[in-house]
């Protein structure tokens, strides 16, 4: 590739290319054709995702030779020499270097000059915001009663230190974050033009680290396209940008969820010695269990989460331990990644942390809990508890605080419980149900009690009950419904 970098070589020429921010294109097209132009335009919006690219083509699109069209031609000398920031009529002027009361006054002073050539004088301000008050004050009086042939672009990333005088004189436009599918759509885009081969998930990389910036995915594509020219891996995507190995990521998470201790810090111990940095390490984990939580609960096919882990081994894990228990694990993460910014010792503090990660592994939540009692329920009453009769167990007191003790037991009691067959939690549905049936025929309360418990004891010799019974002892209490 011609060394001209990526974000320069493909800045969109049309509003039609610019990618994503189709609700401020569209309607400045629309004023074009209309001609209902503003004075003062104020762009806003985070780094790298259009503002100067859609200044520029306004600008064009304003001044083309070719009269007032929804897109510039780029063909004439005013789009030429817009385009290559060299038109007379048309200025960009950085705010943060022309941020004083000086330069304002000098840029007031000619304004009321026709334009030499086109048929307006653009001035296109970037970073607005670096402005001084005393510039600010003095560009308020022209934005108040520019002349006619005058038009105001700001540009801005951080629109709450512009004032609001000035906001409010300006026509407002909030451009958004891309995302990774436009994200890695244009890379895609920019690859095949180049004839550069790459692998899906080396795209979706880049993508992820650009974080909605699409100036920043071009230029992490430079950067990458710079160790590995051939064919875009992901590999050397990681590496370039020293990403922790998935599989290292994947295999940390399992032995934690799994509660292997010692296996977890063997892992860890190898992220140390390799000489990953440790930050980044964080955030690759911090990443990946994010990844993990959405695959869990949305688990959506295309869930941004295509790598080189199959999903489906993903998904297992994700089922490993509760929403709660990963949300509480990203919240340690969080704040051991602020923790890690005021401290020397970062390898002990990393340690500690994925101590406390096991503390709340071996925690029971309330989302496992009512898991755990969904499927015993669903044991005791034939397969559906919706408007079923179940049968009440109350269970035994050692069983309980064994199970508070030492959780992982409890999976594989439930474990057991899952596997009964459907017939045989049939067979107990419906014996709960002959025996509600019979006891309502029944009139007096003596004749109810006494043969409630002859009935009982008939339901807990059916199979899914009896099993439950031997699994969490206890004794069944009762028959009731359940909503
Ligand atoms: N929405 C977009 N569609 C297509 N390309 C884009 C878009 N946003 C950014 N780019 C690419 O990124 C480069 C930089 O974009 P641009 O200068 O317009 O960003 P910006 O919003 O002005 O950023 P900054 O706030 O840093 O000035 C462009 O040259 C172009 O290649
Ligand atoms: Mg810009
Ligand atoms: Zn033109």
Redesign the pocket.
Known sequence: MSYLV???K???LFFR?????EHITKTLSNAIITKHIAQGYLFT??????????ARIFAKALNCEKGLNPEPCNECSNCISITNGQNVDVFEIDGASNRGINEIRELRSTIKFKPMISRYKIYII?EVHMITTEGFNALLKTLEEPPDHAIFIF?T?DLHKVPETIISRCQLYQ?RK?NLDEITF?LKGILQKENIKYEDEAVLEIAKLADGS??DS?SLLDQALSFSSEKLTLEAVREVFGITPMQLLYDLTYHLFECQKLEAFEIMRKIINAGYDLNQFIKDYIQFLRDLLIQKNIKSQNANFINSIESNKLTELSQKISSNKIILIIEELLKLLQELKTTTFTTTLVEISIFKLFRIIEMIDIEELSNYLKKLNLALSGGNIQNKLTAVIQPDAAVHSEIEAEPKKNIDRLDKINNIEKPIINETAKKIEDTEKSNKSKTSVSEKKEEKNDELKEIAKTPSVKMVLELFGGELVGVKKTK
């Open positions: 990526i974000a320069r493909y800045r969109p290319d610019v990618i994503g921010q919006g985070t780094r790298g995702v259009g503002k100067t690219t859609s970037d540009a990333t451009f891309l244009s699409l100036r071009q």
